[in-house]
């Protein structure tokens, strides 16, 4: 069976410091991955995507990036943080782009 | 572009009670439709996905039915259970090539249940 994991589980950081957050997939093998955000009491909004290890497409600029090192890895990064980059970050996987699955989430508070 | 449209911000509801939350949806494409549930702290988990080929989702007591004449992917649930509190997204997939797509969300329907 398919896992996702996201670290951390959670950080605060202070405006201007650098960010990496990470998702590991085990189980599938060359998935679609994505990141997704969300604000407090929001919707979800998708921040890159990646069909492929070294390939990463953009959807949003919110002054983040993210790289896809290895097949089942996703990072997501930034060297220095805004306020508005609070949220619920998220990364999900599929297989042929129809349904995502999503992993549990990192919890970022930016002071 | 595509876009998801949940008019309900919140529903409140004793168990038991039918549950109907409202979505409509924009798009020049098939589309591909899901609803996903997000319990508090966690990741959105899919519920449902309708096609235009099977016209209806069946999922945990959840129905929900394509209707392309209304642009409309309603939500059901004949009785819910405080375990059903939550909040529901409403989804539309675009197609964005090379195999992968991109999910366009409404903006969440807050469910509570109240025993």
């Given at each position: 069976?398919q896992?996702?994991?996201?670290?951390?589980?959670a950080?605060i950081k202070?405006?201007?410091?650098?960010?990496?957050l990470?998702c590991?997939?085990?189980?599938?093998?060359?998935p679609?991955?994505?990141w997704?955000?969300?604000a407090?009491g929001?919707?979800l909004?998708?921040l890159?995507?990646?069909?492929?290890?070294?390939q990463?497409?953009?959807?949003?600029q919110?002054?983040?990036?993210?790289?896809r090192?290895k097949?089942?890895?996703?990072?997501?990064?930034?060297?220095?943080?805004?306020l508005?980059h609070?949220?619920f970050?998220?990364?999900?996987?599929s297989?042929q782009?129809w349904?995502?699955?999503?992993?549990?989430?990192?919890r970022l508070?930016?002071? | 572009?595509d876009?998801v449209?949940?008019?309900?911000?919140q529903?409140?509801?004793s168990?038991?009670?039918?549950?109907?939350?409202?979505?409509?949806?924009?798009?020049?494409?098939?589309p591909?439709?899901?609803w996903y549930?997000?319990y508090p702290g966690?990741g959105?988990?899919?519920?449902?996905?309708?096609?235009?080929a099977?016209?209806?989702?069946?999922?945990?007591g959840?129905?929900?039915?394509?209707?392309?004449?209304t642009?409309?992917f309603h939500?059901?649930?004949?009785?819910?259970?405080?375990?059903?509190s939550?909040?529901y997204f409403?989804a539309?997939?675009?197609w964005a090539?090379?195999?992968?797509?991109?999910?366009?969300?409404?903006?969440?329907?807050i469910?509570?249940v109240?025993?």
């Amino acid at each position: 069976a398919q896992t996702i994991h996201q670290w951390p589980v959670a950080e605060i950081k202070a405006v201007g410091s650098p960010l990496s957050l990470g998702c590991t997939i085990k189980g599938k093998s060359s998935p679609n991955l994505y990141w997704y955000w969300q604000a407090t009491g929001g919707t979800l909004q998708q921040l890159f995507y990646s069909i492929t290890v070294g390939q990463v497409e953009s959807v949003v600029q919110l002054n983040l990036s993210a790289s896809r090192p290895k097949d089942d890895q996703f990072i997501l990064s930034t060297e220095k943080l805004l306020l508005s980059h609070s949220g619920f970050y998220l990364c999900a996987w599929s297989i042929q782009g129809w349904e995502q699955y999503f992993g549990p989430g990192t919890r970022l508070t930016v002071l | 572009g595509d876009s998801v449209t949940q008019k309900q911000g919140q529903v409140t509801l004793s168990e038991d009670d039918f549950l109907f939350i409202n979505c409509t949806y924009s798009t020049t494409t098939y589309p591909t439709l899901f609803w996903y549930v997000q319990y508090p702290g966690q990741g959105p988990q899919l519920l449902l996905k309708v096609t235009t080929a099977n016209n209806k989702g069946i999922s945990r007591g959840f129905e929900a039915t394509y209707d392309k004449g209304t642009t409309s992917f309603h939500l059901q649930k004949a009785s819910v259970q405080e375990s059903d509190s939550a909040v529901y997204f409403c989804a539309l997939v675009e197609w964005a090539g090379a195999n992968t797509g991109k999910l366009t969300f409404g903006h969440g329907t807050i469910l509570r249940v109240h025993p």
